[in-house]
């Protein structure tokens, strides 16, 4: 009996993700019909069982404040990196300058570490190369680097994201680590001495140039 519970539960827990894909071929089709919405359960179930994958954890809670502020900050962030990235590539005396940042999160869920990379990349100027799962890190292309300031900026940028995410729907325990994590890095923070709350210069490499010499590998910048 406790099986079938236990199977039943995993169904309901993968029903919103079962019904995004629905959603997501009607939206491909431009249309809602019944047609749509029929042959979306059969394109979904079929993705389901064919592309199997491990069960994504919902947290199964929301905060709807939380979440308007997540996509409004978001769409803030895209303006101005866009407005940013149109200035660069249009002023005078521009010279490249990127780096490959590690950004090591602070919780370890799949579907925050997926939102994160996702909310990062679309942002204009920055974009996931890479992640590792194991330790929730995620490596990025950067422009516009210059020193390790600017890179331990971009970091607080990023990790600031994961905060907004998870508040927004994150489970209790992710909120709890995240809230915890930070007041230990102001706490280091406030220590006389101590570096940024998110410096780790040894996660800052130079992206790779034709020239050698041209290269930073003390910040993780080309100037």
Same mark, same amino acid.
């Given at each position: 009996?406790?099986?079938?519970? %236990?199977?039943?539960?995993?169904?309901?827990? %993968? /029903?919103?993700?079962?019904? #995004? @894909?629905?959603?997501?071929?009607?939206? *491909?089709?431009?249309?809602?019909?019944?047609? +749509?919405?029929?042959?979306?359960?059969?394109?979904?179930?079929?993705?389901?069982?064919?592309?199997? @994958?491990?069960?994504? &954890? *919902?947290?199964?809670?929301? +905060?709807?404040?939380?979440?308007?502020?997540?996509?409004?900050? /978001?769409?803030?962030?895209?303006?101005?990196?866009?407005? $940013?990235?149109?200035? @660069?590539? !249009?002023?005078?005396?521009?010279?490249?300058?990127? =780096?490959?940042?590690?950004?090591? *999160?602070?919780?370890?869920? $799949? /579907?925050?570490?997926?939102?994160?990379?996702?909310?990062?990349?679309?942002?204009?100027?920055?974009?996931?190369?890479?992640?590792?799962?194991? $330790?929730?890190? /995620?490596?990025?292309?950067?422009? +516009?680097?210059?020193?390790?300031?600017?890179?331990?900026?971009?970091?607080?940028?990023? *990790?600031?994201?994961?905060?907004?995410?998870?508040?927004?729907?994150?489970? =209790?325990?992710?909120?709890?680590?995240?809230?915890?994590?930070? #007041?230990?890095?102001?706490?280091?923070?406030? =220590?006389?001495?101590?570096? #940024?709350?998110?410096?780790?210069?040894? !996660?800052?490499?130079?992206?790779?140039?034709? $020239?050698? %010499?041209?290269?930073?590998? %003390? +910040?993780?910048? &080309?100037?």
């Amino acid at each position: 009996m406790s099986s079938v519970k %236990q199977r039943l539960g995993g169904m309901l827990s %993968q /029903l919103p993700l079962f019904l #995004g @894909l629905v959603l997501l071929w009607a939206l *491909l089709w431009g249309k809602f019909s019944w047609l +749509n919405l029929v042959t979306g359960a059969v394109f979904a179930a079929v993705v389901s069982v064919v592309f199997y @994958l491990p069960a994504v &954890q *919902l947290s199964g809670r929301i +905060n709807l404040w939380r979440t308007a502020w997540l996509f409004g900050k /978001l769409i803030f962030d895209i303006v101005r990196a866009s407005v $940013d990235v149109s200035w @660069l590539a !249009l002023g005078p005396g521009y010279t490249p300058s990127n =780096a490959i940042v590690a950004v090591h *999160l602070r919780t370890r869920s $799949d /579907l925050i570490l997926t939102w994160t990379a996702v909310a990062t990349s679309i942002v204009p100027g920055s974009i996931v190369v890479d992640i590792e799962r194991v $330790d929730s890190t /995620l490596y990025l292309h950067v422009i +516009n680097m210059h020193d390790a300031a600017e890179t331990d900026a971009f970091r607080a940028r990023v *990790l600031a994201t994961e905060r907004r995410i998870v508040m927004a729907f994150g489970s =209790a325990e992710d909120v709890e680590r995240v809230c915890r994590v930070r #007041g230990e890095e102001n706490r280091v923070v406030d =220590a006389p001495g101590s570096p #940024g709350p998110h410096s780790r210069p040894d !996660l800052a490499h130079p992206a790779e140039s034709s $020239d050698p %010499q041209h290269s930073d590998p %003390q +910040n993780g910048a &080309q100037p």
